[in-house]
Structures are given as C-alpha cells and as structure tokens.
C-alpha cells in the first residue's frame, strides 16, 4: 500500500480488469473470484475492508455478493440486520444520480457516526473501527443496484479524491461485468426453464454433432443410454445401436439431417426407424431431423446438428389408461384394457394374462370404442398414443 493507487495502464490494473470479467463470467455465483477481485480493488484504493452487494429498487434488504477483509458472521450480521440501519446508504444523498462515487465524510458526520448502531455494534467491536467509507452505486438491470464500498478505520483517516480516483476507474468495468453477470442469470434462467421443459417430456430427446456424438440429451434420453436398453452411449460421446445394420441406418439418417443443415445435399424428409431390443420387446421408434437452435444468430454460430426423439412404446403406455378414462369417462377396467391396447397386446393375450373369456375383453373394447368415437381398434390405438403425456414422476424418480 505504500507505492499508493494503482495508475491504470500498467500490469497490476490490467490484471485486475481482466480478473474482474473473469469472476463475471465464473460458473455459479463466482464467490471465490469476486473475493479476489475485492481484495485487488481494497489494495487500489488504500482501503481496510471492502464489500460487494447487491440490492433491489428499495432499501428493503440485500445481497452481499462478495467481502474483503469482513468475516462471514459479520457479513451476514450486514446482509440480515446493519443493512438497514447503515449511515452510508441510508444518508446517501436524495436527488443524486446513480454511479456518482461518494466520500462518507462528506455527508455522514463524524460525531453522527461514533453514535450510531452500526458503529458500536459491528465496525467497532468485529471490525476493528471501519469508520469511513468510499461508496459508489448503480443499476445493474431495471430492478437490481448494485453497490461498491471501501472502508478504512478512523486512525488511517478518510478517503482522499486521490484514492477515490483509482476507486471510481476501477468501478467502471466492475459495473459492466456485474451487468453482464446480470445477463449470464438471466440467461442461465432461461435455460434452466427449457432443459426442465425437456426433462418433464415423455419422450427421450437428444441433440447429435458430426459423428453422432450426444451435445444434449434430456432426463428420459439419459436413462434409457444407462439402461443400455437397445441404445447406449459408446466412447467418446457417440450414439450406439446394438445391431450393426441399424447403426449404418441411424449414421446414414444423421448424415443426411447434417448434410441438410449445411445446404450441400437438398432437404429431405425426417428419416424414422426401429431399434431392436432384447427380450423379445417391442422396438424403440427413433425420428431423425435437421436441428437449428431457434434464435438465426445463435444457429449462425453453431456446428450443424440432427436431434433424434425415441419412443419407447412401453413406457409411452404407462399411464394412458388414467389419461383416456379422464377425459373419456371409462372405467377404471376400460382404462386398464386401452393402455394394454396402446402397448401392443392383443385382444387374445390380454384375455390369456386377465384369464377372462375373449368375448369379455372384446365386450370392453366395443364400450371404449364406443366412449372414445372411434370405430375400429386401429384407429383407438392411434388417438391413445397421441394423447399429450408428460414424464410420470414417482418416489424414486423413475
């Protein structure tokens, strides 16, 4: 501290903006960086203990985001209590702009401060006498502030426009890196919203790069890939089928969407097929089609990509017997009997599992027929499985 405020231009400060983007971009809330970043911006101002937070449009409450040189108590005693009851927010002067640096000694008195809570509760007993402060604030979105201040202790005395100086220059790209952070929870919220839209979906959706390597696969996709269930996930990130016939189909489908995607071949229609499972069990249905990310900036920027949905004629199965006596009005037996029809069971086989006569099982599909306006077996399969149905969630979360 004693070569005195950083000049920017030189090494140090350009190692601090680049820290202070960096924390800005850092996954999660970037504590840890935003540590480091205060511990840099207390260093160029001469200061003793730093804090970073931020509030709503009122002075109701706040967040601290980061602090230097206070302890995790005293921080929370700050964010949960002293907030509200801080000189040097709420004395902020009325009628000032936003991100105009203040100097405490310019409108907190000295004799106002000695006499405060604030002082004789938390600076003075677990901070060691913070007395002053350089503070500087401003919006970081239409309903976020977000607040910079340095203290010092009384014997080291107050901030200089010397120090503020180096603070304010600072503050600068401290504000468009809290901005962008803004934007980053912004957009980490949106996506969060859309990847839990996936998840809820019956049906297992993934994304394929060049090469059929899985970019994104939703909840169902990733269980079906753990269950090795006549698709895995091989080496390397890449879609495996455990015929070599279907695999040369799905590579041949996945290449035509990514062709298509980059306008060398003309487009074509979605390439669908069947994979074969053990067990005798009925066959996966994979759809295969050109994928561009809904935004034309976003899909200027990205590699060409084929999303693939798989049904699972089983588990599509599960549960539509609620659903059509829910909306139809069958019976609870009725539904039994239209969600064993939509999983491909036959009158007889249905009749041999129940032990009842064949003629009581086909009394029953006559009444769903009847209940759901459809007239042959074929096209009551049909509406069954294009009911909307979204992903059963249960105790385990299977």
């Known amino acids: ?44 101002g001469e200061g003793d203990a730093s804090l970073l937070q931020v509030r709503g449009r009122t002075l109701d409450q706040t967040s601290v985001i980061a602090a230097g040189n206070i302890d995790p108590v005293s921080a929370k005693l700050y964010q949960d209590y002293y907030y509200s009851r801080d000189l040097w927010v709420t004395r902020y002067p009325k009628g000032r702009d936003m991100g105009g640096a203040t100097l405490s000694q310019d409108f907190v008195h000295e004799d106002e401060m000695r006499n405060s ?77 859309a990847l839990g839209a996936l998840d809820a979906l019956e049906a297992a959706v993934l994304v394929l790069k060049e090469g059929g390597v899985i970019a994104l696969a939703n909840l169902p996709a990733r269980r079906l890939l753990d269950r090795q269930d006549g698709i895995r996930s091989a080496p390397g990130g890449r879609i495996a089928l455990r015929q070599q016939a ?36 009925a066959p996966l249905s994979l759809l295969v089609a050109p994928f561009k990310p809904g935004r034309r900036e976003a899909a200027e920027r990205q590699p060409p990509m084929a999303l693939v949905l ?53 009394t029953q599909i006559q009444s769903i027929l009847s209940k759901t306006g459809t007239t042959r077996q074929m096209e009551l399969m049909r509406l069954l499985l294009t009911l909307p149905q979204g992903r059963r969630y249960s105790p385990d979360g299977d």
């Open 246 to 281: 279907e695999q040369s189909r799905l590579d041949a489908m996945v290449g035509r969407a990514l062709a298509a995607q980059l306008g060398t071949i003309a487009a074509s229609p979605d390439g669908i097929m069947l994979v074969s499972r053990d067990g005798g069990r």
């Open 1 to 44: 501290m004693g070569e005195g405020p950083m000049e920017f231009g030189d090494a140090a400060a350009a190692a601090l903006i680049r820290s202070i983007y960096d924390a800005a971009m850092a996954p999660g809330d970037g504590g840890s960086s935003w540590q480091q970043v205060l511990a840099s911006v207390q260093e160029a």
């Open 310 to 362: 798989v049904s699972d004629p089983d588990r599509r199965a599960v549960g539509l017997g609620e659903l059509a006596a829910q909306l139809y009005g069958l019976t609870p037996a009725e539904g039994a009997m239209a969600e064993a029809l939509a999983a491909g069971h036959s009158p007889e086989e249905i009749a041999e599992r129940r032990a009842v006569r064949i003629s009581t099982v086909r």
């Open 117 to 193: 809570e604030i002082y004789n509760d938390l600076l003075l007993p677990h901070l060691g006498g913070l007395f002053y402060n350089f503070g500087v604030a401003d919006h970081v979105s239409p309903t976020e502030v977000v607040l910079l201040g340095v203290q010092r202790k009384h014997g080291r005395g107050a901030f200089d426009r010397r120090s503020a100086a180096s603070l304010e220059a600072v503050w600068k790209h401290l504000l468009h890196a809290m901005r962008l952070r803004s934007g980053m929870g912004l957009l980490r919220a949106d996506l969060d919203i």
